[in-house]
């Protein structure tokens, strides 16, 4: 999926259809805030279901991993790649789809991992956060949200997190905004950072989302 999503531990339960509300993050259960020009996304991440995806989402938003400008050539270091980044594919009743630093779905950034599925956690609530990719061990910087349960994904694509019931409504609102014949939002819908919160020593741990 990348422009590319078609229609067609360490057990884990999925989370409650329901997820908490603007859960506060930990060092174990990190909260990504996508910071948006149409509102904040609020994502509770799974780095014990996907250790991979999850430190490369991390170090892409923090600008602590490096990653090839699609734009420029360039290699780049100590930049958040997903800072003024777009949301360059919305499908209502699907997903929104955001991530590429050219801004077209078909950016590269330099690297490709592999994919992490588990059989407990799949495509069955709305508001779940996974990376889009080109076929199987294809991930890289590309991410989608999507808007319901779409079981037709499931082991197919990376979840490694599931955004709260709010922000699953501005993915409803993204994904009804004006496009074009190839889902690209007449307007731009902006990702202006991505922050992450991961707690500090001096926090209470906070109730899991999940068991394990």
């Given at each position: ?132 990719n080109a076929g199987p061990d294809t991930n890289g910087s590309q991410f989608f949200i999507t808007e319901k349960a ?63």
């Amino acid at each position: 999926m990348r422009k590319l999503l078609t229609a067609t531990g360490l057990l884990i339960l999925a989370l409650s259809a329901t997820a908490q509300a603007a859960q506060p993050g930990t060092k174990e259960q990190p909260v990504a805030i996508i910071q948006t020009s149409m509102g904040d996304l609020h994502c509770v991440l799974f780095p014990k279901a996907a250790p991979i995806g999850t430190a490369n989402f991390i170090g892409l938003a923090k600008g602590t991993k490096d990653w090839t400008n699609p734009k420029t050539g360039k290699k780049e270091h100590g930049v958040p790649l997903y800072d003024n980044t777009t949301f360059h594919r919305v499908i209502p009743d699907f997903m929104i789809q955001g991530g590429d630093p050219a801004g077209t779905g078909a950016g590269e950034i330099g690297f490709r991992f592999k994919n992490e599925t588990h059989s407990d956690l799949k495509f069955d609530q709305p508001g779940r956060l996974a990376y889009a990719n080109a076929g199987p061990d294809t991930n890289g910087s590309q991410f989608f949200i999507t808007e319901k349960a779409y079981p037709h994904l499931n082991g197919n694509y990376t979840i490694f997190g599931q955004c709260d019931e709010p922000s699953v409504q501005l993915v409803k609102k993204i994904a009804r905004q004006p496009r074009n014949a190839n889902d690209k939002p007449n307007t731009p819908i902006i990702i202006r950072h991505i922050k992450i919160d991961e707690g500090t020593a001096a926090k209470a741990p906070v109730k899991k989302s999940y068991a394990h």
